[in-house]
C-alpha cells in the first residue's frame, strides 16, 4: 500500500553512465515532482508534472530529463552522469495544481552516487 | 519569487524541553506554510500547513506552528520533545500565484539529548 515509491533505492554507477529512476504514485495525484538533495540536506525542486505536463522546469543540466508516461508514473533519465550529481533524489505527487498550496507526498528517496 | 529561510542550521535540546524552529518567508502576500520532517533515510512528510484562517495551526505528533504575518514568520513549536523528535525539519512556503510550486528552507538539524 505504499504511496509513492522510487526505484532503485540505491544506485551506484561511474562516471559517464545514463541511469534512470523510476517513480510511481497510487495516490491517484495529478500533479508529480522531482526534488534533487545535496549532501547539506538542500532540497531544490527540478521538475513537476501535471496529467503528463510539463509545468516546472527549474534550472536543471539538459541531460537531466524527465518523462511522464501517465500521470501515476514520473521517472527520471540522466546522462554522462558527473560526480556533481550524486545527491538523493525524492520523488513526490500532489493532489492538483492550485498554486503552490498542495501537500505533497514524498517517497522514500533514491541514492545516487557517481564515482 | 518566494524565498524562506530558516536561520539555525543545528538546535540541540534535551528530551522534555520545550523547542522552537525558526522560519521567515518571503512572499508578497500571504503564502502558504508549510512544516516538513525528515527522518534520517526517509522522505519528508508533512507536520502542519497554514492556508487561511487561524494563525496557530496544529499539526500531528504534537506540533504546532504560528502564522505571524507582521514577523513573516512561520515558528514550528513543541512544549515537550521526545527522542524520536531528531530529525531534520523543512519550512516551506508556496505562492497561492505559482503553479504547484513550493519552496524549501535550507532545513534545520535537531538532536536531542537523553
Not at chain 1, 515509491?5 to 504514485?25: A, H, R
Not at chain 1, 511522464?68 to 527520471?76: I, T
Not at chain 1, 550524486?86 to 564515482?115: D, H, I, K, N
Not at chain 2, 507582521?70 to 521526545?82: A, D, G, I, Y
Amino acid at each position: 500500500d505504499t504511496a509513492v515509491s522510487q526505484t532503485p533505492k540505491y544506485l551506484v554507477t561511474q562516471m559517464g553512465n545514463d541511469k534512470s529512476i523510476k517513480c510511481e504514485q497510487n495516490l491517484g495525484h495529478d500533479t508529480m515532482y522531482w526534488y534533487k538533495q545535496d549532501s547539506k540536506k538542500f532540497l531544490k525542486i527540478m521538475f513537476s508534472y501535471n496529467n503528463k505536463e510539463l509545468i516546472i522546469n527549474e534550472t536543471v543540466p539538459n541531460r537531466f530529463s524527465p518523462k511522464s508516461p501517465d500521470k501515476a508514473h514520473l521517472n527520471l533519465h540522466i546522462n554522462s552522469l558527473e560526480l556533481g550529481d550524486s545527491a538523493v533524489y525524492f520523488c513526490a505527487s500532489s493532489q492538483e495544481r492550485t498554486g503552490g498550496g498542495e501537500t505533497q507526498y514524498f517517497g522514500p528517496g533514491t541514492r545516487l552516487l557517481v564515482l | 519569487a518566494q524565498s524562506v529561510t530558516q536561520p539555525d542550521i543545528h538546535i540541540t535540546v534535551s528530551e522534555g524541553a520545550s523547542l522552537e524552529l525558526r522560519c521567515n518567508y518571503s512572499y508578497g502576500a500571504t503564502p502558504y506554510l508549510f512544516w516538513y520532517v525528515q527522518s534520517p533515510g526517509q522522505g519528508l512528510q508533512l507536520l502542519l500547513k497554514y492556508f487561511s484562517g487561524d494563525t496557530l495551526v496544529q499539526g500531528i505528533k504534537g506540533f504546532e506552528a504560528e502564522f505571524k504575518r507582521s514577523q513573516s514568520s512561520f515558528n514550528l513549536r513543541k512544549p515537550s520533545v521526545h527522542w524520536s523528535d531528531a530529525a531534520e525539519y523543512f519550512c516551506a512556503v508556496g505562492a497561492r500565484t505559482n503553479a504547484g510550486k513550493s519552496t524549501f528552507g535550507d532545513g534545520t538539524t535537531l538532536t536531542v539529548k537523553p
